[in-house]
Structures are given as C-alpha cells and as structure tokens.
T-cell receptor, first 112, second 112 residues
Framework: DAGVTQSPTHLIKTRGQQVTLRCSPI?????VSWYQQVLGQGPQFIFQ???????GRGNFPDRFSARQFPNYSSELNVNALLLGDSALYLC???????????FGPGTRLTVL | GQQLNQSPQSMFIQEGEDVSMNCTSS?????WLWYKQDPGEGPVLLIA?????ELTSNGRLTAQFGITRKDSFLNISASIPSDVGIYFC????????????FGKGTRLSVIA
C-alpha cells in the first residue's frame, strides 16, 4: 500500500507570497494532520482534520489555513509568507483522531 | 503548550554498542510513540506504546511506556551504521482530541 504522499517536494517562495501544500493520506485513513518542523526542532502541530472538519488547531497565526476534501486528501495554505515560515511541512494520516499517525516525506519550503 | 523533555540531545557511539534515550513530561500521556527521521525525510514510526508499563520490541529496538504515564524510553541494541538519524518521542495527552506532542529529538551518530 502507498504511504502518505506530499507535493511538492521542495518549494521556494519570496516574502509576502502565498503557498499551497498538498497531502494524500494512506488509503482508509480519514484523519490528516499538518506539522511544521524547523531545523533542529521536533514537529509542531498546526492542524488536524477528520471527516473534512477541523478538529484541532495549534498555535499558528491566521495566515495558516487548511482543508480536507471528500477523498480525505488535504491542502495547507499559508498567506503572506514570512522568512520564519521556512521549514519542513509534514503531513500525517491516521485512521481516526487518536490512532497512530504515519508521516509523509514532507515539503521543504524556503522563503527568501 | 505541552512539552516533552527528550535526552540526550545527541550521542556518539561505537558500532555494536547499545543506546538508551528517554522522554519525560509533567503531563500524563495516553500513548507514547517513537519515530526516526533521516535528513530531508519525514519521521518513520518505530514503536507505538498504548498501556502504562508496556514493553514492546521491534527487532533491535525496545521501548517502554512508564508506569507513571509521564515517561518513556527507547533502547537500541548492537547499533549499526544505519541507526544514524534523529530519534523523536511523541505523546498523545490523556484528554479528548489532542495533537501529538514531540520532543526535540536525539541525534544519534554511529562510529564504525
């Protein structure tokens, strides 16, 4: 079975731009979570979606938004990019809200 | 927010040696997870622990869920060069729909 997939792999943007990151969960998984990982740190929780509804939100500004589609794939949007948004953005999927989460390879975002 | 204290931050060991790392928290966790992350990749699940006192093995890896539910450790026996990477502990809090909380990671280097 295919694991969690994310696209694109790498992305370079400039300050003020907007970016959309995409995630496809493992087949049968209905929950998708997004994490931001800056260099040298553990992943920090951004959002969790289950059955197309937002079920959790981390301590991130409103510039960050996400949604989940009927096929359970998800998009993370970040507006008005700042230099500090440069990070590895990870998507994880799980069968339910509390089941074990499996991570994708991440999208490396660089903001110049 | 919740934090996990993971130690040590980094380790340099000889090939063949055993390794031990741990995570502690001031909060009670419902689930403890251990992940390994290679450079530029997403975290890969190694071991999941669901019950206090549980001891689980995965090949040369052994992890335990502390009986107080506030700590966990991971042991790697007879280390090999491919064990190199960053190991993260993560926990699910014992209340409602809460996200995974990660430690800052233990960077393992294996000297052949």
């Amino acid at each position: 079975d295919a694991g969690v997939t994310q696209s694109p792999t790498h992305l370079i943007k400039t300050r003020g731009q907007q970016v959309t990151l995409r995630c496809s969960p493992i087949s049968g998984h209905k929950s998708v979570s997004w994490y931001q990982q800056v260099l040298g740190q553990g992943p920090q929780f951004i959002f969790q979606y289950y059955e197309k509804e937002e079920r959790g939100r981390g301590n991130f500004p409103d510039r960050f938004s996400a949604r989940q589609f009927p096929n359970y794939s998800s998009e993370l949007n970040v507006n008005a990019l700042l230099l500090g948004d440069s990070a590895l953005y990870l998507c994880a999927s799980s069968r339910s809200l509390t089941d074990t989460q499996y991570f994708g390879p991440g999208t490396r975002l660089t903001v110049l | 927010g919740q934090q996990l204290n993971q130690s040590p931050q980094s380790m340099f060991i000889q090939e063949g040696e055993d390794v031990s790392m741990n995570c502690t928290s001031s909060s009670i966790f419902n689930t403890w997870l251990w992940y390994k992350q290679d450079p530029g990749e997403g975290p890969v699940l190694l071991i999941a622990l669901y019950k206090a006192g549980e001891l689980t093995s995965n090949g040369r890896l052994t992890a335990q869920f502390g009986i107080t539910r506030k700590d966990s450790f991971l042991n790697i026996s007879a280390s090999i060069p491919s064990d190199v990477g960053i190991y993260f502990c993560a926990g699910l809090l014992n209340s409602g729909n809460t996200p995974l909380v990660f430690g800052k990671g233990t960077r393992l280097s294996v000297i052949a």
